[in-house]
């Protein structure tokens, strides 16, 4: 609370599409019941994302950061942890050499309630580890407290030693029925594996990012029938068949067919400009445009990109401790970048 000035204006908008708040405050002491409402839950952490400065001067300047909210209650055996995410538009104050809160305007986008495993630990199966978003997710797994094993389906050794990992290789991903195995008894799937346009033949293309979908997921519901599926998807996804662009008529039929494969819960992840994090050799000149003016297309247009590591963060996180409601969810650009926020730490 220290960190409010005395007469601070603090503004609660708990559904962010609402113009009208649900709670306004006018002074410091005001904000004592709100910090007291969280001795409610057992722990309470806040990650903060993407934080932006609009305007700075002597003493003051205003700003907008992304928040995720974690708050966790035990009942029992039973942990359920509470994901808010947030957005704060902030005034600064500068006072006796000291930056304060002089008005904070909080925006709910959207809330959710997940189950945290307080004992029993997920078995995951991850395919693409080779490929950037692959590679992020099978890391961030391996010491994920919720993974009890990492179970490496791919075409090459990942290069890493691990005593959760578990590796099997398959070259040919047009049938996997050798993988009944190794695929059973798997509690989740973060399906990773695709080429980029223009990579590869069109025909390929498809294979790649239909064909093989559908078989590994025909072989995974046989042996493990009660997994969840995460299936790295992209923008613009068309389920119907009649965009113009192949690939996202590809990766719209592989949308379909995985909902239709008896899965209980799925989960689709759409990302539009996968940022790449470290250098690397990009596929063509509009991956090498997009990475150089990165910076800049982040401020305009922070809805249209992600981090690679943030995304696999997101689509492991959602694997392994999302509550269980049964059907599929799709998370686009924005969901997409909330929760990766989350695992980020910022």
């Not at 300047?61 to 995720?68: I, M």
Request: aromatic content about 10%.
């Amino acid at each position: 609370m220290s960190l409010f000035t005395a007469d601070t204006h603090f503004v609660v908008y708990m559904n962010a599409k609402d113009s009208t708040p649900s709670q306004e405050l006018h002074s410091r002491e005001d904000l004592a019941p709100v910090f007291a409402d969280l001795n409610k839950y057992d722990a309470t952490t806040h990650f903060v994302g993407q934080s932006t400065i609009f305007t700075l001067t002597g003493d003051q300047a205003t700003g907008e950061a992304y928040c995720l909210a974690h708050h966790v209650t035990v009942d029992g055996e039973k942990r359920r942890l509470l994901l808010a995410s947030l957005r704060y538009l902030d005034t600064f104050v500068k006072m006796d050499g000291a930056w304060l809160f002089g008005e904070r305007r909080l925006y709910v986008d959207w809330i959710t309630v997940m189950s945290v495993p307080t004992g029993g630990q997920k078995r995951i199966v991850i395919v693409g580890t080779t490929g950037m978003v692959g590679g992020y997710a099978l890391r961030y797994a391996l010491h994920h407290p919720a993974v009890a094993s990492a179970t490496v389906i791919g075409r090459r050794k990942v290069g890493i030693s691990h005593q959760k990992l578990k590796e099997f290789l398959r070259r040919d991903f047009a049938d996997c029925s050798a993988l009944a195995e190794p695929l059973s008894r798997q509690d989740a799937a973060v399906f990773c594996l695709g080429a980029y346009t223009g990579s590869v033949p069109d025909a390929e293309l498809r294979k790649i990012t239909v064909d093989y979908t559908i078989e590994f997921a025909r072989v995974l519901h046989e042996s493990s029938p009660g997994a969840v599926f995460s299936f790295l998807s992209g923008s613009g996804a068309n389920q119907t068949g009649r965009s113009r662009m192949a690939f996202a008529r590809y990766k719209g039929e592989a949308e379909k067919a995985l909902l239709g494969a008896g899965f209980p819960h799925i989960y689709l992840f759409r990302p539009a400009y996968i940022y790449p994090v470290k250098p690397r050799l990009e596929p063509n000149f509009s991956y090498r445009l997009l990475r150089a003016i990165y910076p800049a297309f982040r401020m305009l247009f922070p809805n249209q990109v992600i981090r690679a590591d943030d995304l696999a963060r997101a689509m492991v996180d959602v694997a392994v401790l999302r509550e269980r409601e049964r059907g599929s969810v799709v998370f686009e650009n924005r969901d997409i970048r909330a929760i990766g926020a989350a695992s980020s730490h910022g």
